[in-house]
């Protein structure tokens, strides 16, 4: 209580509001309202209508809807290319005993396995209506023949 009193501390303590108040006026009434709330280091689109929700007139629609899926698939490369360099850091670090890194090699060879399904053989034509077609084709084939990779039903085992 009788540091209060003490002129050296109450100047001390008029120098730092001097300072502090102006400080925090522009912090709290300009930086924080202006801050973008989303906790990631990276852009955050929304997400747009995919190719199945767009009309087949609406160019708009389907730029969009291309856009997003180049977008997603860029990611999945990343993901697929951070998974690939942590294997191969895995597997060279530890030399003979690679049976220390199988859980990072079914983890990269599922991811891989999923990003052929979805972007593998589709070739120069790399966009969102083909890959859809591609899917659609993929569950047709499914519906009729089985699982992909499992061997074709024959005639008389079609339910």
């Given at each position: 209580m009788a540091e209060k009193n003490n002129p050296i501390y109450k100047f001390a303590n008029a120098v730092?509001?001097?300072l502090d108040t102006p400080v925090?006026?522009?912090?709290?009434?300009?930086?924080?309202?202006?801050?973008?709330k989303y906790p990631w280091y990276h852009q955050k689109y929304r997400r747009v209508p995919t190719i199945d929700e767009c009309y087949t007139d609406?160019?708009?629609?389907?730029?969009?809807?291309?856009?997003q899926f180049m977008r997603d698939k860029s990611v999945?490369?990343?993901?697929?290319?951070?998974?690939?360099?942590r294997f191969e850091q895995c597997a060279?670090?530890?030399g003979d005993d690679d049976y220390l890194c199988d859980d990072l090699k079914k983890t990269?060879?599922?991811?891989?396995?999923?990003w052929f399904t979805k972007y593998g053989d589709m070739g120069i034509g790399l966009n969102a209506?083909?890959?859809y077609m591609k899917?659609?084709?993929?569950m047709i084939w499914e519906r009729r023949h089985g699982p992909v990779g499992s061997g074709m039903r024959d005639q008389a085992t079609k339910v």
């Amino acid at each position: 209580m009788a540091e209060k009193n003490n002129p050296i501390y109450k100047f001390a303590n008029a120098v730092y509001y001097v300072l502090d108040t102006p400080v925090t006026y522009i912090r709290e009434k300009f930086v924080v309202p202006n801050q973008k709330k989303y906790p990631w280091y990276h852009q955050k689109y929304r997400r747009v209508p995919t190719i199945d929700e767009c009309y087949t007139d609406d160019v708009v629609c389907y730029t969009e809807a291309n856009c997003q899926f180049m977008r997603d698939k860029s990611v999945d490369d990343e993901i697929l290319f951070i998974l690939r360099s942590r294997f191969e850091q895995c597997a060279f670090y530890h030399g003979d005993d690679d049976y220390l890194c199988d859980d990072l090699k079914k983890t990269y060879f599922d991811a891989a396995a999923a990003w052929f399904t979805k972007y593998g053989d589709m070739g120069i034509g790399l966009n969102a209506k083909n890959a859809y077609m591609k899917q659609k084709h993929r569950m047709i084939w499914e519906r009729r023949h089985g699982p992909v990779g499992s061997g074709m039903r024959d005639q008389a085992t079609k339910v």
